[in-house]
């Protein structure tokens, strides 16, 4: 559980999610989700600012700053500024170490490549233990919190399962929908601390191999399914699966604008609208027979 006094604009924030009545009421299953929905729906899980060349740290209060700005992040920026919030808000939250495992045939475990919360304290039907898992790091994956107990759960068009970690023992495997971008990931029980994601942040933002710096990306999650845009692609997942091309400038930054909530300056689409094409080019190379 976090134990350090959290300083952080909590009405700017819950303002943000559009949730400003929020700082008033007490923690709850219902405000959880209500919390979580939000944070899902109008706060960006993006890397843009890697090809703009910020220097962004795993900070959760810089973090903070960044969603207040108008921006996301990837789950380090996400799921520690949403620590941050619960905290001040009077949830009980522990960070944890966690690990993606992707569709090819990278290793389970928790490698610090990813950044996972859960949320205690909070008895229900759902969760008899009052423990929850909290992520809003994985792009494409939860809308809303669920309770850490083994089964299979549904949200929107996507299955997902709890179930014991084979790889880190004692710790927890969250299984992807097989629509996802990823297979799934494991996560420890033990309390993290920002330190443990620092090496594996350096390497998803700089590495020249990173999907991340190669190819610029924005997903939002919605009750009804999620958009992904990657490159120059926009893809919506709902009760369908329909890829678009944006073909143009303007139907790139419209998309940006209208779908993610993130607008940019000149030189800014300038260096954005490059590196999507580019990545986009490298795509039809690669797709080719």
Not at 20 to 46: F, G
Not at 99 to 128: C, I, K, M, Y
Request: glycine share 10%.
């Amino acid at each position: 559980m976090l134990s350090m006094p959290v300083s952080i604009d909590m009405p700017a924030y819950l303002t943000r999610l559009g949730l400003p009545e929020m700082e008033d009421h007490e923690p709850s299953v219902t405000a959880l989700a209500a919390l979580h929905r939000a944070h899902a729906e109008r706060v960006p899980y993006e890397v843009l600012w890697i090809p703009l060349g910020r220097q962004v740290t795993v900070c959760p209060r810089e973090a903070v700053g960044r969603i207040l700005a108008g921006r996301g992040g990837y789950c380090y920026h996400l799921n520690g500024a949403f620590s941050l919030l619960l905290r001040a808000l009077g949830y009980r939250v522990t960070r944890h170490v966690g690990g993606v495992q992707g569709w090819r045939d990278e290793q389970a475990g928790a490698n610090g490549g990813h950044l996972a919360l859960t949320v205690s304290g909070l008895p229900s039907d759902a969760s008899p233990d009052g423990e929850w898992f909290v992520d809003l790091g994985m792009g494409d994956g939860l809308h809303g919190p669920l309770p850490l107990v083994t089964g299979e759960y549904e949200q929107g068009p996507f299955r997902y399962a709890l179930r014991p970690s084979e790889a880190e023992p004692g710790g927890w495997r969250f299984d992807h929908d097989p629509v996802g971008s990823f297979r799934g990931l494991d996560f420890r029980t033990e309390k993290a601390r920002m330190s443990d994601f620092g090496v594996k942040h350096e390497e998803m933002s700089t590495s020249a191999t990173s999907s991340f710096v190669l190819t610029p990306m924005a997903a939002r999650r919605d009750a009804a399914g999620v958009d992904v845009l990657r490159a120059r692609n926009l893809r919506r997942i709902d009760d369908g699966d329909v890829l678009t091309e944006l073909a143009t400038e303007s139907e790139y930054f419209a998309a940006l604008d209208g779908v993610f909530g993130m607008t940019f300056d000149a030189a800014e689409r300038a260096i954005l609208w490059e590196r999507a094409s580019a990545a986009h080019d490298r795509w039809l190379r690669e797709k080719k027979p």
